[in-house]
């Protein structure tokens, strides 16, 4: 397996394409890209998600910062919003972070952070990897080396932040007394996830919060993963159960039955509650919210029924995040769980999806099952078609023509085709020679239904 170099960093297997020194290169490129951006001797902060390889990743990009002339607050085990975080409030030149996000254990990797807390965008990340094909970063003398410094506090100050907000009614939630389970993957969300809970009022029935490492399932939380989480919330009796990706930047929630809650509907609530709050707080304002191209209908729905709009970007959260940014949105996120709220910082963050739904529910006296019912009903299907060798923006130009008729096109991120019951995303692979297909529509069967149609048509002009 090559190493997977996307505009969210670098992974790679460990020992195999993710060696140290692929370790070093990329670390020391990053080092010599902020100073070139920062001047003078810059600090990265540097946080990792708890695997099992992940002090040794981490020692060896630190040790390469500090020898290129970088200060570096090391944070130790914390989410990738934890450190998005940090970099914003303590003005840090960037961020690094060591995880390999929802990828098995023998993965590891780094993502990068520009100044403002958010992922290097496409001219930035065109910087950076000019600076690490060329090989033109630089080493200092001793007496200009960077110091290194551990900082520990930033769980707590994360949650801090959070629960100053006055999206947030601390005292409203501890008084529903939640029974919660929550699976953090022994990784990264192992201590903070719980100790926000218990800062909630919440009685935290916890499930793989060791930080070991060691992952006990597929660490990507869809529902076809989430079979021991869902019996333990039956098992405890709880009023949800919560779910983690190794490094936090994605939110999975189960209903009191047992249920997935839904990927696509973090981030639906989200919008449900923060569009609902800033009419409280402020009436006749108009709001924005931004997601994806893949993201759910139900969003849309919701931001309609509050007068607010809804702006698309390509897939990617560095997409999303900086059209927020741009539009002064006060919600907005990506439907695999991930929930972006300015008002703490812009990036995908669980931590913040986890709040905002707990005062959701404190405020609506609704379950979580109860919730999702009172929402736009929607089903989202997924597929991929192998090409071999064909080309994919050929293919992708012959599905247009021969289905775009119909309905609304959009080519900002390969083709997506609106029609008044379902839409259709067709995107091309940027590691393999696939083209995925994502469909939703009101019901399971007809989102199915439709990726089988574009499958057959797209094999057919093989």
Wanted: charge should be neutral; glycine fraction near 10%.
């Amino acid at each position: 397996m090559s190493l997977m170099v996307s505009i969210s960093g670098i992974r790679g297997v460990v020992g195999e394409s993710l060696t140290p020194e692929t370790v070093v290169r990329y670390a020391a490129a990053f080092g010599e890209y902020c100073r070139r951006r920062a001047g003078g001797r810059p600090t990265v902060v540097l946080g990792r998600d708890g695997r099992v390889t992940g002090k040794a990743v981490a020692n060896v990009a630190a040790s390469t910062l500090v020898s290129a002339g970088v200060d570096v607050r090391a944070l130790g085990v914390v989410p990738t919003p934890t450190v998005a975080l940090a970099v914003e409030q303590t003005g840090a030149a960037g961020g690094l972070i060591v995880t390999a996000s929802h990828n098995p254990m023998q993965w590891n990797g780094m993502k990068f952070l520009a100044p403002t807390g958010m992922f290097l965008d496409a001219e930035e990340n065109a910087a950076f990897w000019q600076i690490a094909g060329e090989g033109s970063a630089r080493y200092v003398p001793w007496a200009e080396q960077g110091v290194h410094t551990a900082d520990d506090s930033w769980n707590r100050r994360h949650v801090e932040a959070l629960l100053a907000l006055p999206y947030l009614d601390v005292e409203r939630v501890r008084r529903r007394k939640f029974r919660v389970v929550a699976d953090c993957i022994n990784a990264a969300g192992g201590a903070i996830v719980p100790a926000l809970l218990r800062a909630l009022g919440c009685d935290v029935v916890e499930m793989n919060c060791e930080q070991s490492g060691v992952f006990t399932r597929n660490p990507e939380p869809v529902p076809e993963n989430l079979g021991a989480a869902a019996a333990r919330v039956r098992e405890e009796k709880a009023d949800l159960g919560i779910v983690v990706d190794p490094d936090v930047d994605r939110l999975v929630l189960i209903t009191e039955r047992g249920e997935p809650y839904g990927e696509e509907y973090t981030v639906a609530s989200a919008v449900r509650f923060v569009l609902g709050r800033e009419r409280e707080l402020h009436p006749g304002r108009r709001h924005t919210v931004v997601v994806n191209l893949s993201t759910t209908r139900a969003v849309e729905d919701i931001a309609r029924a509050y007068g607010a709009e809804t702006l698309r970007t390509p897939v990617g959260e560095i997409n999303v995040a900086r059209r927020m940014k741009e539009a002064g949105a006060v919600i907005g996120g990506e439907g695999s769980g991930g929930v972006i709220l300015p008002a703490l910082h812009l990036g995908r963050d669980a931590i913040a999806g986890i709040g905002l739904l707990l005062q959701l529910l404190a405020e609506s006296g609704e379950t979580l099952a109860g919730l999702k019912a009172g929402l736009p009903q929607y089903a989202i299907a997924k597929g991929k078609i192998d090409l071999g060798k064909a080309a994919p923006d050929p293919v992708m130009a012959r599905v247009r023509a021969a289905a775009g008729g119909a309905g609304a096109v959009n080519t900002d991120d390969g083709l997506k085709i609106d029609f008044p019951d379902h839409w259709v995303h067709l995107r091309k692979s940027n590691t393999e020679p696939i083209i995925r297909v994502i469909a939703e529509a009101r019901d399971a069967e007809r989102a199915a239904a439709v990726v089988a149609e574009y499958r057959a048509m797209i094999e057919r002009m093989l």
